[in-house]
């Protein structure tokens, strides 16, 4: 889009408005928004500033290919990116050689969390042209101490951050002292298990985990009710004592009464 264009359209103004503040006619200014005329840079910075802008130099980073252990091909630039604010925090669609396994390849690059997403498939899979295109300096430092990479991107890419987080004014013993706070904080990730992209948590995985854990809580519940109704003997085998046994040798009868009346009584018949 043409700068001139771009300008007048944030601001908001028609041509016949920005030509007015300008200082130049509206079919000059129509040309120079179509390309059939070049204005100098001078001209073109009076027009810029008065739809409310101003031209900015802006450095471009060269990258050089880089390769893992594995020999998987990486990029890294000379200098940080830097993005206009609008390009920073826009909706980005990254292609198919980045994103191969999402089937929903969009990050909204406004939101912490989809930076944390996008940044690592495009330092890891993406061109220096991706890069360039969707990834900002300044918000890959701030979340560059708590994202997961591989070692050798880690390494590549830690001077620029040091060098950015450095800058012209930073005081004595600032460099060491994040230069250690990031050593521990990588040591840190890199004794978690590590995994290509943050899994993102369903709504159907997190009614699964309450179900669960209201049933495991009703089932604990009823066992402490079931076993307040039971007796303090439920569930114990009482033994009867054993009786004593007799011994195993018969005793002679006693005799009965009459029968011994009825022998002394025959016995005494006898001797009469």
């Given amino acids: 889009m043409n700068l001139i264009a771009e300008a007048r359209r944030a601001a908001g103004l028609s041509q016949s408005e920005l030509a007015q503040r300008a200082a130049t006619s509206r079919p000059t200014l129509s040309a120079y928004e179509r390309g059939r005329k070049s204005p100098n840079l001078a001209t073109a910075q009076r027009i810029v500033r008065a739809a ?25 630039p000379d200098r940080l ?8 925090l826009a909706r980005v669609e990254l292609p ?14 406004s939101l912490r969390s989809e930076r944390f997403l996008a940044y690592p498939l495009l330092l890891a899979e993406g061109s220096g042209g991706d890069i360039a295109r969707a990834v900002d300096g300044v918000l890959l430092a701030e979340i560059w101490p708590e ?4 070692a050798e991107i880690r390494a ?37 298990p590590h995994s290509r992209r943050p899994q993102r948590c369903s709504g ?10 209201r049933l495991s809580l009703a089932l604990i519940v009823r066992q402490l009710c079931c076993n307040e109704r039971r007796p303090a003997h439920a569930g114990r ?7 004593t046994r007799t011994s195993t040798s018969k005793s002679p009868p006693a005799p009965q009464a009459g029968a011994s009346t009825n022998s002394a009584t025959g016995a005494g ?3 009469s």
Wanted: aromatic share 8%; charged share 30%.
């Fill in 156 to 192: 590549a890419w830690q001077p620029l951050i040091e060098r950015r987080e450095e800058g012209p004014t930073a005081r004595p013993g600032v460099r060491q002292a994040r230069a250690g706070r990031d050593d521990r904080r990588a040591q840190s990730l890199q004794r978690r």
């Fill in 237 to 243: 085998r009482i033994y009867a004592p054993e009786r």
């Fill in 147 to 150: 994202l997961r990479l591989p």
């Fill in 269 to 271: 018949g006898a001797r």
């Fill in 52 to 76: 409310g802008s101003d031209l900015v130099l802006t450095e471009r980073p060269t990258f050089s290919v880089r390769f893992t252990n594995r020999g998987a091909p990486f990029f890294v």
């Fill in 96 to 109: 198919s050689t980045v994103s191969w396994s999402d089937p929903n390849p969009i990050f909204d690059l």
């Fill in 81 to 88: 990116p830097r993005l206009r604010v609008a390009d920073a």
């Fill in 204 to 213: 159907a995985a997190r009614v699964l985990s309450q179900i669960r854990c």
